[in-house]
């Protein structure tokens, strides 16, 4: 019973999945019936989508592209070559051409008509000989633009060490003329500054003046005949400075054949009037007469008369003067030494007003406080003035010191009335004329140029400028052994020229009285220095 069982059991088994899989392959081959028309349909869409793969992934299409891309880079390499060769001024170079051309020839193949379909997007393939031909092509001109970058490396290198040193060069420059600037501003500080020396000796004679005022006073005192004979040898000296006034009449006093002779007019300011008094009271000058004064005794000298004065009140002028910040101060180096508050002294214009100031007097020798006189001065009234009237020495060579330099001939008036190229004369010892002075009206003239100038525009500053023009055809060119300049500033004047001179003058900033003196031509000032006056000696010059 359990055997038929377990027979019936294993046959019902077999029937079923017999059945099974009869009926799985029917509906298997009508599934597939049905949707046969569904696959037809999506097999061109899927077609497409192979070749648009198979595009992208194309080695030809990556090859073109980075060739493509080595010949834009190569181009640009050139072009920059080219423009580099430019900027280093090598124009007119067959380097610079090269360079161009082949930035161009690049251009000119990307954009060459049989390469174009390389570069068409919508060709279904890359024709690869051509591909090989447009390789070649733009290897080509790789290799040409690699030489022409290494041939043109020495050149290159040079022009831009060439351009390296230039600009050190330049900066170099602009700090050597900056060190300039503050040097001759150190230069002028010291030059405007006054020694403790000085300064002692001014006091100790102010005090000496204050001990003994009957020694030294002229009150109730007839003024003697000979400060207005005029048949003797005046000088007239303007100066705030005791020791260097007492060195030029020292000086002129010993040289002099006849020092009785001589009379010097000396005019100083209020403040040293006392200490100029002793210093000239105190000993006697080998007979010769000596008058002192104040500027303040002349009483016509004020700013309703005198236009500079009316000028040196204005506060943009005195700011000019005293403008002492170094980057302020150091702006204008050309006029720099035009920044000296001496001009702001009346002392430095009364060379104007000689005339007025000594109306009994016909001839004058007018000297700078910084001159030395080292022969008998006389000669100069015998010398024929041909009715001119300033005697002085000229000091053009070439094209220096020619009036240009002194005047704006950028001005129409300035370029109407006078020569650019009129020789300029020095100021120091001059030799005026004063009957030829009050005939030609030169301080009339000197106040029309200098009522004209008060915005500075025909001139910087000075007296030398006024003086070129108010004297422009009415000096007379003294000789040169006269007056010798430049003892301070000019280290290289020659022995014989100096020995030679009659006068020796001191201009510029090195004084002798400075400790910047130029040392081999101090003695010729220390030598007229009163060593034996108690007041000197008090007072440490160090001479």
């Given at each position: ?22 009926l ?7 599934s ?76 000119d193949l990307?954009?060459k ?7 068409n ?7 690869e000989?051509?591909?090989r ?5 733009v290897?080509?001109?790789i ?29 170099l ?27 002692c ?8 003046l ?9 009150e109730?005192?007839?003024?003697p ?43 100083t ?27 303040e ?73 910084d ?12 010398v ?26 950028s ?37 029309y ?9 025909l001139?910087k ?7 070129l ?27 014989d ?7 020796v ?25 009163d ?11 160090g001479?």
């Open positions: 019973m359990s055997v038929l069982s377990f027979r019936l059991l294993a046959t019902t088994i077999f029937v079923t999945f017999s059945l099974f899989f009869i799985s392959f029917f509906f298997t081959s009508q597939n019936a049905s949707n046969l028309g569904l696959n037809s349909g999506s097999h061109g869409l899927r077609t497409t989508r192979r070749n648009v793969l198979a595009l992208k992934s194309d080695p030809l299409k990556s090859r073109l592209e980075q060739i493509r891309k080595q010949a834009n880079d190569h181009g640009s390499l050139a072009l920059a070559y080219a423009h580099h060769a430019r900027r280093l001024k090598l124009d007119n170079t067959k380097l610079v051409r090269n360079f161009s051309d082949l930035s161009r020839n690049y251009n990307l954009n008509p049989s390469y174009r379909a390389l570069f997007p919508d060709a279904p393939s890359i024709d000989s051509m591909l031909q447009f390789e070649k092509e290897k080509e001109r290799k040409a633009t690699r030489q022409a970058i290494a041939e043109a490396k020495e050149s290159f290198d040079n022009q831009l060490k060439i351009q390296k040193l230039k600009d050190t060069i330049f900066a420059n602009e700090q050597l003329m900056k060190e300039k600037r503050e040097g001759a501003f150190a230069s002028l500080i010291a030059a405007k500054s006054i020694p403790k020396s000085l300064h000796l001014a006091m100790r004679l102010m005090e000496e204050i001990a003994h005022p009957e020694k030294y006073s002229d109730g005192k007839e003024i005949p000979e400060i207005e004979d005029p048949n003797l040898y005046h000088y007239a000296i303007f100066s705030d400075n005791v020791i260097a006034a007492s060195v030029v009449v020292n000086s002129l006093v010993k040289n002099a054949n006849e020092p009785w002779k001589h009379v010097i007019h000396l005019v300011d209020k403040l040293n009037l006392a200490a100029m008094q002793v210093m000239f009271k105190f000993k006697d000058y080998n007979g010769a007469h000596i008058e002192v004064k104040a500027v005794d002349y009483k016509f000298l004020n700013s309703s008369y005198v236009p500079v004065l009316r000028q040196l009140e204005s506060s943009k002028l005195q700011q000019f003067y005293f403008e002492n910040k170094l980057e302020n101060a150091t702006k204008d180096a050309t006029n720099m030494k035009f920044r000296n508050p001496k001009y702001l002294s009346i002392l430095n214009h009364l060379r104007f007003y000689l005339p007025e100031m000594y109306p009994k007097l016909n001839r004058i020798l007018f000297l700078d406080d001159i030395v006189v080292q022969k008998d001065l006389t000669g100069l009234w015998e024929d003035m041909d009715g001119k009237v300033n005697g002085a020495v000229e000091t053009c060579f070439g094209s220096f010191h020619r009036y240009a330099q002194y005047m704006n001939f001005h129409p008036l300035i370029k109407e009335k006078f020569n650019p190229k009129a020789c300029a004369w020095a100021y120091g010892m001059n030799f005026f004329d004063l009957d030829a002075w009050r005939r030609e009206k030169c301080t009339e003239e000197y106040h140029w200098q009522n004209l100038n008060e915005n500075r525009s001139w500053l000075g007296t030398l400028p006024p003086g023009i108010t004297f422009y055809s009415t000096t007379k060119p003294l000789d040169k052994s006269w007056h010798v300049l430049g003892l301070g500033y000019n280290p290289s004047i020659s022995v020229e100096i020995r030679n001179a009659a006068v003058h001191f201009n510029g900033n090195m004084k002798p009285w400075l400790d910047i003196a130029i040392s081999q031509f101090r003695p010729l000032w220390t030598n007229y220095v060593h034996d006056s108690e007041f000197v000696q008090a007072c440490n010059f001479l």
